[in-house]
């Protein structure tokens, strides 16, 4: 079992990456897994995006990331590098969330 938790467009600054990692440091209750949608990460700042690296780097076990954004050019590369990349349009996002509730980790 695993719960999403969606981060829509707020997902700009690092105020927002600090409540973030304190989500996710929260273990679950009867979940496996947590799943935390950042969508239009090209939305965040530079700031945001090196305070995002850091959990991407040494994620706890019981968290995965779907990351969207619309222009991967302007994310940074030292994130592309640590993620696997799909590229897909439109409500892909849901799609890519239920296959990623699907996976078993």
Same mark, same amino acid.
């Given at each position: 079992?695993?719960?999403?938790?969606?981060?829509?467009?707020? &997902?700009? +600054?690092?105020?927002?990456?600090?409540? #973030?990692?304190?989500?996710?440091?929260?273990?679950?209750?009867?979940?496996?897994?947590?799943?935390? @949608? #950042?969508?239009?990460?090209?939305? *965040?700042? @530079?700031? *945001?995006?090196? *305070? #995002?690296?850091?959990?991407?780097?040494?994620?706890?076990?019981?968290?995965? &990331?779907?990351?969207?954004?619309?222009?991967? *050019?302007?994310? #940074?590369?030292?994130?592309?590098?640590?993620?696997?990349?799909?590229? +897909?349009?439109?409500?892909?996002?849901?799609?890519?969330?239920?296959?990623?509730?699907?996976?078993? &980790?």
């Amino acid at each position: 079992r695993s719960t999403l938790f969606p981060y829509t467009t707020l &997902f700009r +600054s690092i105020e927002m990456v600090r409540t #973030l990692q304190q989500d996710v440091l929260t273990k679950p209750y009867s979940e496996e897994c947590r799943f935390f @949608i #950042l969508q239009n990460l090209e939305l *965040a700042t @530079i700031e *945001a995006q090196q *305070a #995002l690296l850091k959990l991407l780097e040494e994620p706890p076990k019981h968290i995965r &990331f779907l990351l969207t954004t619309e222009y991967p *050019a302007m994310v #940074l590369p030292t994130i592309l590098s640590r993620v696997e990349v799909r590229l +897909s349009k439109g409500a892909a996002v849901e799609k890519n969330a239920t296959q990623l509730r699907e996976l078993s &980790f």
